[in-house]
């Protein structure tokens, strides 16, 4: 991986424009929430839409662009992301406000938790599953993020979104392409503001809602560990936490890694686990799950960057 410093320099003044904050080997250990990773090359963090656009324009094709959240459900591993890594700021995209009667407006790096409070203000129904996803509207528009019955998909009106070239697009919710977790939409585009279409309600039915969300989540979920959120996608038929304790890795360790006592569809970190062992761990439930069920667990959780020399992990293949 290249230098971040040396790859600044050789962009030079093709980014002289840029509004934003640009950062050379930036820690991503300190983004994501299982608190392991190596560092993006580059970490840029634009001003506002316009800037992304016009960084993305005048950046080469030949550099590569990831994108990340607020890293809830986010495995960098350990020898980082090369070329760009774009994080879109609270500050420039971070804002949450009502549209006429029923519809709400969100920046993509609004925290899911803050539309469903913004909804509750506004007494618009139909968003209290977001209180319990420990996420951002962005990575909930990308893998169409539910809880408690309800999924993204049943509240998006629109989502503007910027391509690898920095045009500006807006799509409409058949353009989203939406099945369980996952969007059709181009791997490329970066989701900055949506529109979402709720129901006028009662604060008070809203509020306990949301406090059924929360007490379940606090009930069945490490929510107080270093974890990612779910590990896996529920797979036809069935639950993947029920299948990984049929496999008997209920509490599997692989160094600091765990997968968790209490829900064992999801990863811990119990204070040493690195990046390898963490996915170490998921190829591992992956495999013993497919020889005690037959089934081919599917990722949930994003992950990105290179393995350090000799770290590599075998990805398990049904």
């Known amino acids: 991986m290249m230098d971040g410093q040396a790859l600044l320099a050789r962009l030079g003044d093709r980014l002289a424009g840029v509004r934003g904050r640009l950062t050379a080997g930036a820690g991503l250990d300190k983004v994501t929430w299982f608190r392991v990773g190596g560092p993006a090359e ?17 950046l080469p094709e030949e550099v590569p662009v990831t994108t990340v959240g607020i890293g809830s459900n986010l495995l960098v591993r350990e020898a980082g ?58 990575g909930a528009l990308r893998m169409n993020a539910g809880a408690n019955g309800v999924e993204t998909a049943e509240r998006v009106v629109e989502v503007r979104a910027v391509d690898r070239s920095g045009r500006v697009h ?28 709720g129901a006028k309600g009662e604060a008070a039915a809203i509020r306990q809602a949301m406090d059924e969300v929360q007490h379940h989540r606090e009930t069945v979920q490490p929510v107080r560990e270093k974890t990612g959120g779910s ?28 997968m968790s006592p209490l829900h064992c569809n999801f990863m811990i ?31 949930e959780i994003k992950r990105f960057g290179r393995f350090a020399p000799g770290r590599a992990v075998n990805a398990f293949e049904a």
């Open 170 to 197: 807006v799509l409409s919710r058949a353009d989203l392409g939406y099945s369980y977790r996952h969007s059709a939409a181009s791997p490329d585009l970066i989701f900055t503001a949506a529109l979402f279409e």
């Open 231 to 258: 590990t896996f996608k529920n797979p036809a038929g069935t639950s993947a936490w029920k299948e990984i304790d049929r496999a008997g890795c209920r509490g599997l360790t692989v160094g600091g890694a765990q």
């Open 42 to 58: 580059i970490l840029f963090q634009p001003a506002d839409e316009e800037d992304l656009s016009a960084f993305l324009e005048a």
């Open 81 to 138: 992301i090369p070329g760009v890594t774009i994080r879109l700021s609270a500050k420039g995209f971070g804002a949450v406000e009502r549209v006429g009667d029923t519809q709400l407006r969100a920046g993509t790096a609004a925290p899911d938790k803050r539309v469903a409070a913004a909804a509750l203000e506004a007494e618009l129904a139909g968003f209290h599953f977001y209180h319990g996803i420990p996420g951002s509207i962005g």
């Open 269 to 299: 970190n119990t204070g040493t686990a690195t990046g390898f062992d963490l996915e170490t761990l998921g190829e591992t439930v992956r495999e013993r799950v497919h020889d005690t069920s037959g089934i081919a667990l599917d990722w």
